[in-house]
């Protein structure tokens, strides 16, 4: 999934991605607002992890919400 898809269907992916990372907060989210450097900051802030740890953790949540919309137009 790319970065224009993520930030596009913004709204849609807020819940999935507070499932994911609880520590982030509605008012994380509204500065975030779909933008993968506001995202990635945020991940380090909240979590304490290195700039690379937060890339890796942001793009398997794009590899893993990719799979999961195939698996959804394939039923």
Excluded: P, S
Aim: aromatic content about 10%; glycine content about 8%; charged content about 40%.
């Amino acid at each position: 999934m790319n970065k224009e898809r993520f930030q596009g269907n913004w709204k849609q992916f807020k819940g999935k991605i507070r499932e994911r990372w609880g520590r982030l907060t509605n008012d994380d989210l509204d500065v975030i607002a779909g933008r993968e450097e506001q995202f990635v900051g945020k991940l380090q802030e909240r979590y304490g992890i290195a700039k690379e740890e937060a890339v890796q953790q942001f793009r398997e949540f794009l590899d893993a919400c990719e799979e999961m919309e195939t698996e959804h137009k394939t039923r």
